[in-house]
Each structure stands twice: as structure tokens, then as C-alpha cells.
């Protein structure tokens, strides 16, 4: 598909539109370009970022949400997201270390889970079963997560 310049006032429902219809190239071609023109773009940087990791492109996804970590602190879930990325590009240490960057009371269970998970993939199963019972005793995520490291010392 040839580039085509998006008109005024309609760059968001295009994108948005493109994402909507499994057209992760041609937005990821037009998000590319608003980052060369805009490196700091937070919402191009966003979507860019959403669109490698939907593509399972987890390397680029995760120097996406880096890049908006490093440039918006605040939002700590863009944090996440690259612990996430890394995580999922079997770069576990990588993706522990930017874990521990975070510092906000309201991704505490996430980052618990996330760290439970990559302890798992690297067959530390005592402390990734420390990790699951810390969860919140209603999370259905506890039993499931108990029975897969029983099943896993088991086997």
C-alpha cells in the first residue's frame, strides 16, 4: 500500500481505524513517520508500541514503551508494558530490572503477578509460588497459578 497523507482532523479515527481492522502495517508504517517527525509523540509512541507487541514484535514494542517510560515517568503502566514486552521477548532479566523501577501502590498486584510469571518461565518455582501467595486470596489467578507450579514439580 502507497503512503497516503491522512487529512486534517482525521489522524486518530484513521489509525484507529486501521488498528480496528488487523491493518497493524499500514499503521505501524503511518505511526513510524509521526515518530520521525515527532520523537516524543505520546499517543504515536503509544499505538506504535501497542501495534508491535499485538504483532508479536515484542523487541520493538518494548524500545516503544521505554522510549514513553523515559519521556513520561508519571505513567507508570507505560513501565509495565515494557516489563511486559521484555518479558515476552524471553528477556527476563532485562524485563525484572525495569520491574523494579516501579514504584506506584496502584501497579503493585500487576508488577507481583508479572514477576511471579517470569520467575516460573525461569524454573524458580519457590519463589514464584512466595510470588502467588501474595496475591488477594479472591483473585482466581491464585489457584490457577498454584496448580501450574504443582503440576510443574510434579512433571
Given at each position: 500500500m502507497a503512503f497516503m497523507p491522512i487529512k486534517d482532523g482525521?489522524?486518530?479515527s484513521t489509525i484507529y481505524g486501521m488498528i480496528r481492522d488487523n491493518k497493524f502495517t499500514d499503521a505501524m508504517r503511518v505511526l513510524q513517520y509521526e515518530v520521525q517527525r515527532n520523537p516524543e509523540s505520546r499517543a504515536a509512541l503509544s499505538l506504535l508500541g501497542y501495534c508491535y507487541y499485538y504483532i508479536q514484535d515484542y523487541i520493538m514494542a518494548a524500545e516503544c514503551y521505554e522510549k514513553l517510560s523515559e519521556l513520561y515517568p508519571q505513567h507508570t503502566?507505560?513501565?509495565?508494558?515494557?516489563?511486559?514486552?521484555?518479558?515476552?521477548?524471553?528477556?527476563?532479566?532485562?524485563?525484572?530490572?525495569?520491574?523494579?523501577?516501579?514504584?506506584?501502590p496502584k501497579m503493585e498486584k500487576k508488577v507481583v503477578k508479572l514477576d511471579a510469571a517470569i520467575k516460573y518461565r525461569e524454573e524458580d518455582l519457590q519463589n514464584a509460588r512466595i510470588l502467588v501467595e501474595q496475591f488477594d486470596s479472591d483473585d482466581p489467578d491464585i489457584e490457577v497459578n498454584l496448580a501450574c507450579l504443582d503440576l510443574k514439580v510434579i512433571f
Amino acid at each position: 500500500m502507497a503512503f497516503m497523507p491522512i487529512k486534517d482532523g482525521e489522524f486518530t479515527s484513521t489509525i484507529y481505524g486501521m488498528i480496528r481492522d488487523n491493518k497493524f502495517t499500514d499503521a505501524m508504517r503511518v505511526l513510524q513517520y509521526e515518530v520521525q517527525r515527532n520523537p516524543e509523540s505520546r499517543a504515536a509512541l503509544s499505538l506504535l508500541g501497542y501495534c508491535y507487541y499485538y504483532i508479536q514484535d515484542y523487541i520493538m514494542a518494548a524500545e516503544c514503551y521505554e522510549k514513553l517510560s523515559e519521556l513520561y515517568p508519571q505513567h507508570t503502566d507505560y513501565r509495565l508494558y515494557h516489563a511486559q514486552a521484555l518479558y515476552n521477548a524471553y528477556m527476563f532479566p532485562e524485563a525484572v530490572s525495569v520491574l523494579a523501577l516501579i514504584n506506584d501502590p496502584k501497579m503493585e498486584k500487576k508488577v507481583v503477578k508479572l514477576d511471579a510469571a517470569i520467575k516460573y518461565r525461569e524454573e524458580d518455582l519457590q519463589n514464584a509460588r512466595i510470588l502467588v501467595e501474595q496475591f488477594d486470596s479472591d483473585d482466581p489467578d491464585i489457584e490457577v497459578n498454584l496448580a501450574c507450579l504443582d503440576l510443574k514439580v510434579i512433571f
